[in-house]
Every structure is written in C-alpha cells, then in structure tokens.
C-alpha cells in the first residue's frame, strides 16, 4: 500500500484525477493541485492557519448577493484579475485598447441613450464633463454603429448599487457609435474610492495595511459585430491614488487628461476628455470580461445547485 505523507500526497491526487474526461478540465485542476500543495509547503502551513484560511473563504461567499460580487473584488485586490486580463490581451490576434477590470459594480441591462445624452439622471454636485472620440478598427477605420457600455461612481465615490434602490440605475448607460465610429456623451468628473471594506476582503487589506482606495475613473464596455469585445476604464489623471490602485487596474496608456478647452469638442465650454478605442477582430468563442453582473452568477449558481 502506498505510504501518504507530505512528498507523496501531490502525486496521489493528481493520478486520481487523471480520469477526467474533460482534457483542460483535468489540466487547470492537475496545476491547482500542484501549486496548492507547493504553497502549503513553502509556508509549513498549519492546522489552526488552514481553519482560518477556509473561514475567509466561506465569509467571502456569505458576503456575496445578486448587488454584490465579494469573490470577485479578492480577485481583484490579489492582482489575479488584472492578470487574467494581461492573458486575454496577449491571446488577441490584432492589438486593440488594453483591458482593465470590469469590476463587481457591472450591471447588465442599463439603459439607452442618444448620443449628446449625459448619463446623470439624479441630481449631482459635482462638475459635467464630455467624453468624445471615435471607436476604430486595426486600420484607424471607424466602426458604426458599435455599442458602448459606460458606467462610474459620482462625485462622491459611489456607485448606484451602493448609493439607491439596486434596482434604480444611475450615471450608466449604453451609447451606439455613429457611422463614422464617432461617439460623444456627457455625465459629472467622477471621484475615487475605497472599496467595500466591510466584508473579509476589507478585512484582509486592513491587515496588510494597503489604503484600499482606487484612483478616479470611468468603466467602458465595448463591442461590434465581427470585433472583439473590450473590457476597459479611463483613469484620470492627477488622482493621488494613480500610481497605487488597490485592485491593479491603472496602465500608463489608459490614463486620460480631462482639458478645460479643446477646439475640436462638440461641448462647447465643457471640460471634456478625448479617447479613441481600437477594436480588434473577432476571434474563436468566449468572454473576456473578467468580471460579471452580480445577478448572473448568482442564477448560475442556484440553477446549478437545483
């Protein structure tokens, strides 16, 4: 009979797992196991280190509701998600606007709007601003008709699930480019925030005495027909939390200037930011949006359990 001890468990596991049927099944779980165990060896973890360990996790599951994603924001401060993004992007064919988190405040269904809209439909304190610019493709052309998806915290740092009635939607919204690729919205500057902190994610960053703030900045979702879809945000320029995004989402090419005058805007006398995205073509099946609208993983999930 096989002796069981720390050098022999790793390969014990992974031979019974070898039956999956499921070949990237059985390959992502096989890596798991190895790098798993090899953690639990490196730090000698211990019984009363491993309780606790299994607690954080189930208080992050209880911690998660159809307003609210908790496995998905500890991705998110672990920098697993801005990795998995750095991944989608170097699998792209074509080069297109780099992707940044979608974030546990995504919300599908938001609702239309002209282009010239703003997507503040409260009233807000803080300052209007214009986004303009043109969606393109790999050779600079215009996509028509493309569709973006755009939403942010206010003023005050809060996003409309945190602020109203979850089913009250605020400052998002879904945009279509003309038939140049053109598009042009206006909404308020937004603020940066501290995320959630009142769950075991919060309590993990307390511990590991990180700010746990994340720089001002505007979620865009967009996508074509025959392009591949872009999961990404702009990040303003001269938040002091630029350089040290709790979830590891800031890129240097992402950072966006808001300018007090720029000719070429269709607000006049608006504070407006400029930025063109660039649409790579489509290629095989799958989402590359790390992320999701709360609400959906949790039907998956009970529709699994019944």
Known sequence: MRVIDENTITDAAIEQMASTPNPRLRQIMEAAVRHLHAFAREVDLTPDEWIEGI????AT?????????????????????????????RRATEAGTKSSLLGPFYRQDSP????????????????????????????GKGVPHASIEIWQP???GD??????DPKEMDLRGRFFTDAEGRFYLRTIRPLGYM????????????????HGYRPAHIH???????????????????DEHIESDTVFGVTESLVAHVQDRDEASPFNGMPVIRYDFQL?????????????????????TEAAAD
């Open 55 to 58: 607690k954080f996790l189930t």
């Open 61 to 89: 599951g209880q911690m998660c509701s159809a307003y609210r994603q908790e496995f998905i924001l500890l991705s998110d401060t672990m920098g697993l998600s801005s990795l998995i993004n750095s991944l989608h992007d």
């Open 112 to 139: 239309t709007f002209e282009l010239g809209e703003s997507i503040a439909t409260k009233a807000h304190g803080g300052p209007e601003i214009g986004i303009y610019g043109r969606v393109t493709d790999g050779a």
């Open 154 to 156: 206010d003023e005050d």
């Open 159 to 164: 996003y409309d699930l945190q602020k109203h």
């Open 195 to 210: 995320i959630p902190m009142d769950g075991p994610v919060g309590d993990m960053i307390r511990a590991q005495k990180r």
């Open 220 to 238: 865009f979702l967009i996508g074509a027909p025959g392009y591949r879809e872009v999961v990404t945000a702009l990040y303003i320029a001269g």
């Open 280 to 300: 790579g073509a489509v290629q095989g099946a799958g989402s590359g949006r790390v992320g999701a609208d709360p609400s959906q993983i949790l039907k998956k």
